[in-house]
């Protein structure tokens, strides 16, 4: 769908005032999963496909959110008084959580605006529908209202957001890659300083290809909490012993041998030996690209699902299908990307031949899970921002 014909058949919820345009986009991570949430280096890159705002402003203190993905929902009202989070609400709870948030850190929002969205992230995929519309509300915030928060503090509150308003247990990969990436780069953050560099993303011959095993991921939010709980729980055994660190990802892999005989519980082993060595892997892998040895870039994505697949036990048969269909069909590197349970893959893959390697795994995929599966070949984006007329050209 065009972008202006969403406009022009919401004019009756718009208002015939200016319209401001916005787009944040999804992001992608190339490798370092779950260990955003403990201090490690993830490397992930926003790409092309995400969320727009059309806004106008209103007279009163109301905000009113509509999406035209969800319309079923209707259109959602929320005054400045009254931001608290209500299940009808829906999707608007994340553009909600954020209109408090600024209010409650003290920025002057004194009138309402109209919001309509539309996004062409494909839902529930783990391409971080959600940061990408935390983050959107935020540049609308900023931009409506001039007011002075950059990015990074955007990112932080969006974070936050999530965390508390929400009650997701995320780290801030997410809301980081959506709001500071540069088109054609990825950013390699260190989740526990928040320094980061934007690395060229060169693939030589090679494509980044994402699959979408179209399975919902449900349950993940409740799983995703239950990781990180088993994490505390290694973590607190590790500090009992007197092993001194501040975050998981501190530990170096030449010492988890010696910690590794203090904890008993298989699986609580596993789960932190899982942050260990994905952190040192992210580390290997942007070494790698910046060289451009994608054999071994590709080596280290397998290395990385292997390890989400049967260490920290976030993978699924959808995602596991794709993966090692890509594997057969000659990708140089496969893995699960985002929180797991569903959602996307990741694949490097060389330029001739992604398109005889996207139609085998259709058809394996197809033929082995009975449903299908959506393939996209990854564009970068830069973060979000105010749409200029020439950006919506
Ligand atoms: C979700 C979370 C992120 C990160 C990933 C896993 O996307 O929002 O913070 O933990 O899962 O790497």
């Not at 999406?67 to 989070?85: H, Q």
């Not at 954020?98 to 004194?110: C, H, L, T, W």
């Not at 519309?133 to 999530?162: H, P, W």
């Not at 001194?244 to 008993?264: A, G, Q, R």
């Amino acid at each position: 769908m065009k972008i202006q014909d969403i406009i022009d058949s919401n004019l009756d919820f718009l208002g015939t005032k200016e319209i401001n345009k916005y787009f944040s986009p999804g992001r992608v991570n190339l490798i370092g999963e779950h260990i955003d949430y403990h201090g490690g280096n993830v490397f992930p890159t926003a790409i092309n496909l995400g969320t727009y705002a059309f806004v106008t402003k209103r007279e009163d203190n109301e905000f009113h959110f509509l999406s035209s993905n969800f319309k079923k929902f209707g259109k959602r009202v929320a005054s400045l008084e009254d931001m608290s989070y209500k299940n009808i609400d829906n999707w608007a709870n994340y553009a909600k959580g954020m209109v408090e948030s600024f209010v409650d850190m003290g920025y002057s929002i004194k009138s309402g605006l109209n919001i309509l969205i539309y996004g062409n992230l494909p839902n529930g995929a783990g391409l971080s529908s959600s940061a990408s519309l935390e983050v959107l509300i935020g540049t609308v915030l900023k931009e409506e209202y001039n007011l002075d928060i950059d990015m990074i503090n955007i990112v932080k509150t969006a974070k936050i957001v999530e965390n508390e308003y929400i009650g997701v247990n995320c780290g801030i990969m997410d809301q980081f890659a959506v709001g500071m990436s540069e088109v054609n780069k990825a950013i390699y953050l260190n989740t526990d300083t928040l320094e980061y560099e934007l690395v060229p993303l060169e693939l030589g011959e090679y494509t980044l290809v994402i699959a979408n095993t179209n399975k919902k991921r449900s349950l993940s939010d409740s799983k995703y909490n239950e990781r990180r709980e088993e994490c505390d729980k290694g973590i607190e055994i590790l500090k009992n012993e007197n092993i001194k660190f501040n975050n998981l990802c501190d530990i170096l892999v030449k010492d988890y041998e010696s910690i590794s005989n203090l904890i008993d519980d298989k699986i609580i082993n596993n789960r932190i030996k899982h942050a260990i060595f994905e952190n040192d892997r992210t580390v290997k892998a942007v070494e790698a690209l910046r060289s451009s040895d994608f054999i071994a870039f590709g080596k280290l994505m397998n290395e990385s699902h292997d390890s989400l697949r049967d260490l920290y036990e976030v993978s699924c048969r959808e995602l596991d299908v794709l993966v090692d269909s890509f594997r057969a069909n000659g990708a140089a590197g496969s893995r699960m990307t985002g929180a797991g349970f569903g959602g996307c893959t990741i694949n490097l893959v060389k330029t001739d031949i992604v398109h005889d390697v996207i139609k085998n795994v259709k058809k394996d995929y197809l033929n082995k899970v009975g449903h299908k599966a959506d393939f996209y070949k990854v564009k970068t984006s830069n973060g979000a921002k105010k749409l200029e007329s020439e950006d919506l050209l």
